[in-house]
């Protein structure tokens, strides 16, 4: 429905499958890459945010590397944490584990480019390392296609410097996230606030030993699993700056990495830069620099996380757009049932068609079993606050127990049963939740 084709990527699954732990690693990852009917493959995570129009990121791949003279078959980005020196992969691949190699981060999997001309080896083997990825210390499968690309002595590029982080500021007043940065920027943390990340910055490629350029990709790390409305998601950025940010690139200097703070207003991870010594951390107004981010991300969550009952094929779409019109017709009808009551003499008026002498004024609360207590509870504070209006609560018979309905009654609340009039409507249990009713209550 959304323009995304599916892809099998079965065939090229080890005997037996994959297991959910190694599904959870990544461990199809390169199979999509080799499988994908594209001669140049961006491979993204679902859980990344694009900033910018993909189609530019490609032109990383025609390139030179000043470092080896070659454009690069391949494209990763770097990760939060330094890679291991320990396990086998080194010893298998002929690599001294102690001045090799930089980059010394891992890469961060949510993103890699690849030109398959050029790597397709790297990508098979990449693959074939998935499988086993327990048995060479792998925890986690970010660093295949980089170690398959070492392997296969393909030239790739990962673009230096630590990834910068993007979240919010909360403190005592804000928990939700929505902190103020002082008027001028500050570059740091205003006093008796924590920062909040749970997306990393994937900037694009700077060739030539570059650090990266703009922002083009957000892998939502933590988001994904914390996202509320409430919050304003992506407003405020943290990253690494000082005099020895180079070394930092490279991921030399000790200690340099992410802490997870936990159940920060209820969000599960919460990742901050870890303070180096001679390395500063500074914070910057990212929704003032990326204006929009936090709503866009709003909208697109609104749809992708709605109901799968809502995306049908084109006939089930129009068979649901002739039931919501049918819906509204008997809503019309139900409005003229109504005015002819009012002025016929039905409600409160005369047989002769005149307007009432008086009108009348009442309130009106509708729900279900799980609204009952509520009520009561609305009903008392109304008469606390001296008022006298009758109150009605409108139901659906199915929905309330005799019990409950004397409960209302003895708070002076009248039950009223609205069963027939919403019964043409047909509505879902959803819908009901949602509100529906509600408009037949009014009438």
Known sequence: AYNATPLDVTPLAPAGGWSATDLARGAARAAAVALAPYDRVLLLDADVVPLRDATELFSALDRDDSSNGRSPAAVLWPGPRQRTRAGPLW??????????????????????????????????????????????????TNDLLYWALRATSTPFHQPLGFPDLVGVLVNAFHTMGGAPLPPDGGGSLPRGSRFCGVARVLRAPGINGGTGGAPVLLHATGLKHTFH???????????????????????????????????????????????????????????????????????????GFASDQEYKS????????????????????????????????????????????????????????????????AALFLREVGCRLPITFAHMRAQVTDVMLDKLRAFNITPFDISAAVQPFDWTEREIILGGPKATAIL
């Open 91 to 140: 010893a298998v691949f002929g690599l001294n584990a102690r001045t090799c190699c930089l980059p010394e981060l891992e890469t961060d999997a949510a993103a890699a480019l690849v030109d398959k001309r050029r790597a397709a080896v790297a990508v098979a083997l990449a693959a074939s390392l998935a499988a086993d990825a327990a048995e060479f210390y792998l925890s986690h």
């Open 314 to 377: 084109p006939a089930g779409r129009a068979a649901d757009l002739a039931g919501q019109r049918a819906k509204w017709q008997t809503y019309l009808a139900q409005v003229e049932d109504y005015d002819a009551k009012l002025h016929g003499g039905g409600i409160g008026g005369n047989s002769n068609g005149s307007a009432p002498p008086t009108t009348t004024r009442g309130v009106v609360m509708t729900g279900g079993k799980d609204s009952i207590n509520n009520a009561v509870m």
């Open 229 to 303: 409305l409430e919050s304003p998601a992506l407003a405020v950025g943290m990253a690494y700056a000082g005099p020895t940010s180079s070394d930092a690139g490279a991921g030399r200097v000790a200690g340099v990495g992410v802490t997870v703070t936990p159940t920060l207003f209820k969000m599960a991870q919460c990742a901050e830069l870890t303070a180096v010594t001679g390395l500063d951390v500074r914070v910057w107004d990212w929704e003032q620099e990326n204006p929009g981010n936090s709503d866009a991300y709003r909208v697109a969550h609104g749809v």
